[in-house]
T-cell receptor, first 113, second 114 residues
Framework: QQQVKQSPQSLIVQKGGISIINCAYE??????FPWYQQFPGKGPALLIA?????SEKKEGRFTISFNKSAKQFSLHIMDSQPGDSATYFC????????????FGAGTQVVVTP | EPEVTQTPSHQVTQMGQEVILRCVPI?????FYWYRQILGQKVEFLVS????????KSEIFDDQFSVERPDGSNFTLKIRSTKLEDSAMYFC????????????FGSGTQLSVL
C-alpha cells in the first residue's frame, strides 16, 4: 500500500529555473507534511514542513503548496541552484504517531549550470 | 540541533550473522527512531523508541530485529540473523519530543549482507 505517491522520479532544471515536485496522499488522518532533502551518502535533512491548516508555506526559495481537498502537496524550488541538486522526499505523518513518517519514493533533482 | 552520529558508516557481514548498528553518543534526547533505505528505494520506518521502550514498529521490524539503549546514551539496532534482503542503509533519527515530528537523521550505516 503506497500511502504517499511522489512524482516525478527525476527532474532536470537549468540554473535559475523552478523545480516542482508533487505528492499525493491517501490517509486523511495525516496532518503533518514535511519535505526532506538528501545528498549522496547523507541522511535525509528536513527542508520545510506544512500542516493542513494553511495552503502555502514559504521559506527562502522553497515553497510548499497544500491542497487538502485534493489530498496533494507540492514543493517548489525557485531560482534553482546547482547546490540544490539532491534527492527530495515528501513525507506524511499523523501527529503523535511516534515519528512514523511515510515517505514518498523520492525525486532526484539535477540543476544544470 | 546537534547531529546524530552513527557507527560504523559501513558494515559488511555474512548471511546469518548478527549485527549491531549504533547511534553514539546521544544525550538529553528521549525519542529515537530507526529507518532504512534499500538502494534506490524510499526511506522506510522501522521502529520508534521512547523511555527505553518500543513505541511503535512497522511490519518490517520482525523478531529478527531489536533495539535498546544499553548505557543510557548509545542507541542500538540489532539484527539477529541477517538475510540478504537486510542489505540497506540504516538511519538513526531523533526528535525532541512526541508530537514534534521534526526528525533529525544521522548519516546512516550502510549494511551489506553477503
Amino acid at each position: 500500500q503506497q500511502q504517499v505517491k511522489q512524482s516525478p522520479q527525476s527532474l532536470i532544471v537549468q540554473k535559475g529555473g523552478i523545480s516542482i515536485i508533487n505528492c499525493a496522499y491517501e490517509n486523511t488522518a495525516f496532518d503533518y507534511f514535511p519535505w526532506y532533502q538528501q545528498f549522496p551518502g547523507k541522511g535525509p535533512a528536513l527542508l520545510i514542513a506544512i500542516r493542513p491548516d494553511v495552503s502555502e508555506k514559504k521559506e527562502g526559495r522553497f515553497t510548499i503548496s497544500f491542497n487538502k481537498s485534493a489530498k496533494q502537496f507540492s514543493l517548489h524550488i525557485m531560482d534553482s541552484q546547482p547546490g540544490d541538486s539532491a534527492t527530495y522526499f515528501c513525507a506524511a505523518s499523523v501527529t503523535d504517531s511516534w515519528g512514523k513518517l511515510q515517505f514518498g519514493a523520492g525525486t532526484q533533482v539535477v540543476v544544470t549550470p | 540541533e546537534p547531529e546524530v552520529t552513527q557507527t560504523p558508516s559501513h558494515q559488511v557481514t555474512q548471511m546469518g550473522q548478527e549485527v549491531i548498528l549504533r547511534c553514539v553518543p546521544i544525550s538529553n534526547h528521549l525519542y529515537f527512531y530507526w529507518y532504512r533505505q534499500i538502494l534506490g528505494q524510499k526511506v522506510e520506518f522501522l521502529v520508534s523508541f521512547y523511555n527505553n521502550e518500543i513505541s511503535e514498529k512497522s511490519e518490517i521490524f520482525d523478531d529478527q530485529f531489536s533495539v535498546e539503549r544499553p548505557d543510557g546514551s548509545n542507541f542500538t539496532l540489532k539484527i539477529r540473523s541477517t538475510k540478504l534482503e537486510d542489505s540497506a542503509m540504516y538511519f538513526c533519527a531523533k526528535s525532541s519530543g512526541r508530537g514534534n515530528e521534526k526528525l533529525f537523521f544521522g548519516s546512516g550505516t550502510q549494511l551489506s549482507v553477503l
